[in-house]
């Protein structure tokens, strides 16, 4: 019952930046934690970002520290993901999962369908 759609990818060069959004349908969204994760053509998907439901917690995978910034507006029912500083490397269509028992790092209950984010170099 828990849809979650992304959107706010595109093509953009190096160095570039990008917001994602990704709305959640219901009405207990503040008991979620929700994260990015992303996969590139050929390879298995990875984690990116998390963030806890208060949103006051957050961790993100090492390639992207300090690049990208992860929150939540729990008013919105929406989680962002703020993507500065992007790198070819960063080409990959970006999902976004939310779990009420779990880590998203390590439970993903739900996904969102994916935003394609190109990265020219």
């Known amino acids: 019952q828990v849809q979650l759609t992304e959107s706010g990818g595109g093509l953009v060069q190096a160095g570039g930046s990008l917001r994602l959004s990704c709305a959640v349908s219901g009405r207990s969204f503040s008991d979620y934690a929700m994260g990015w994760f992303r996969q590139a053509p050929g390879k298995e998907r990875e984690f990116v970002a998390h963030i806890s439901p208060s949103g006051i917690s957050t961790n993100y995978a090492d390639s992207v520290k300090g690049r990208f910034t992860i929150s939540r507006d729990n008013a919105k029912n929406t989680v962002y993901l703020q993507m500065n500083d992007l790198k070819p490397d960063d080409t990959a269509v970006y999902y976004c999962?939310?779990?009420?028992?779990?880590?998203?790092?390590?439970?993903?209950?739900?996904w969102g369908r994916g935003t394609q984010v190109t990265v020219s170099s």
């Open positions: 999962a939310a779990s009420n028992r779990a880590p998203v790092v390590l439970v993903q209950d739900y």
